[in-house]
């Protein structure tokens, strides 16, 4: 605010980024932050977790002990999963901001707000409390963060991370974001590389123990809501601004205004019989009137 007072342009126009910044970095603190709060008691947790293990197993998708135990064998990899998970998801989403504040400002505005209201709308699934896979007995699954003291689990950066928040996964969603805002906007051929981001991001989540195939595909499904019903708004909006700009404001009235549409003078440049009164309208002199005349 204080940059935008100044009234100096370069000044302002930074005043835009800083004002960005902030905004994405109060939301990734409040998403932080928000973990801490639940409507329902941590008790149910690793019985939704369950529940959710169970209904992959009636769906027949890949067991995540499997896919697991495909990594175990090999540490170096498996370290570096930990390290993704815990490193990799806001770096990559604040470059993709940046690019497209950057190189597509008219994108900017409606992938930031892609971003906010996918996010919240997490947050508010959240407040109900999944354990996460790694949590579940019986399932064969292994903690990697715990096994290679990886653990971001603890106090990091004055937060304490959220161990029941694991229904959706907000990384392969965000994931799944950078991913689709890359390829529509982007118009190189190297722009479908950027699937792979959210292939290796869900693959990182299900290594780790840290999310279900179930949550990164929720993940996925809020997030094309959000599109979904940003397309829709946007196309309400146009209908809406098309049916004002047809109608008659007085500025810009939609019907002519002479009587006569045969003519362009108003009805008050005319004689009493309906003849066009003479010098009016005409911009021709006096003589070549009389001549005509």
Do not use: K
């Amino acid at each position: 605010m204080a940059l935008r007072r100044s009234r100096r342009p370069r000044l302002v126009a930074v005043s835009v980024f800083t004002q960005e910044s902030a905004l994405v970095l109060a939301l990734f603190a409040l998403w932080q932050y928000a973990g801490s709060f639940a409507v329902m008691g941590p008790g149910g947790a690793l019985g939704r977790g369950r529940w959710i293990w169970s209904a992959e197993r009636l769906a027949h998708l890949p067991s995540e002990t499997w896919v697991q135990g495909l990594f175990l064998p090999h540490p170096l990899l498996v370290q570096f999963f930990n390290l993704y998970y815990d490193s990799l998801h806001f770096p990559v989403l604040i470059t993709c901001l940046i690019w497209l504040f950057v190189r597509h400002r008219d994108a900017y505005r409606r992938w930031r707000t892609t971003l906010v209201l996918f996010t919240g709308a997490c947050l508010a699934i959240q407040l109900v409390p999944v354990a996460p896979p790694r949590m579940l007995a019986g399932t064969g699954l292994v903690d990697t963060a715990v096994l290679y003291h990886q653990s971001v689990y603890g106090t990091v950066a004055g937060f304490n991370a959220d161990e029941l928040s694991a229904m959706p996964s907000v990384h392969v969603g965000w994931a799944v974001l950078v991913a689709v805002a890359v390829i529509t906007t982007a118009r190189a051929r190297w722009r479908w590389l950027a699937l792979l981001y959210p292939a290796a991001t869900t693959l990182a989540v299900v290594v780790t123990a840290n999310h279900f195939w179930l949550d990164g595909i929720v993940a996925a499904g809020v997030l094309g809501l959000v599109l979904l019903g940003q397309a829709a708004g946007r196309a309400a909006l146009a209908r809406a601004r098309a049916r004002a700009g047809a109608s008659d404001w007085g500025l810009f009235p939609a019907r002519r205004t002479w009587h006569d549409p045969g003519t362009s003078l108003p009805t008050s440049a005319r004689g009493p019989n309906g003849d066009i009164s003479s010098g009016v309208g005409d911009s021709r002199p006096a003589p070549e009137r009389h001549r005509s005349a």
